[in-house]
């Protein structure tokens, strides 16, 4: 169990910051779509969300500036897919909270 005195206010702000951008359902769906493992790009996440392509690429920036998604180029597609996997428990814990 971490103790109060333990706490670093630097990392508490980073992990706030990425909880922040976490915050939005479409960001949250994204997410889910990239659970377990998998790299997704643009096009592909825009056609399983069904948002115009520069609202994906709108998200997507945000997560991956905050920390939240790592991007990988190959070729001329850029793959997207979370930078810690064990992010995916707190979008579990959040559906696990809203259903009922």
């Known amino acids: 169990m971490l ?9 508490l702000e980073v992990a706030a910051s990425m909880l922040k951008a976490m915050a939005h359902p479409m960001r949250i ?3 889910k779509h990239l659970e377990g493992g998998k790299r997704l790009t643009v096009t592909e996440i ?3 969300l069904g948002i115009e392509q520069s609202t994906t690429s709108h998200h997507l920036g ?3 500036d905050k920390g939240v998604l790592c991007a990988k180029r190959d070729g001329k597609n850029t793959y ?3 930078k810690y996997e064990i992010l995916s428990q707190i979008i579990d814990s959040l559906h ?5």
């Not at 696990?96 to 009922?100: D, I, L």
């Open 3 to 11: 103790k109060i005195k333990e706490l670093d206010a630097d990392k």
């Open 96 to 100: 696990s909270c809203t259903c009922e």
């Open 29 to 31: 769906a994204i997410l």
């Open 62 to 64: 945000i997560l991956k």
């Open 80 to 82: 997207y897919f979370l």
């Open 46 to 48: 825009h056609e399983l």
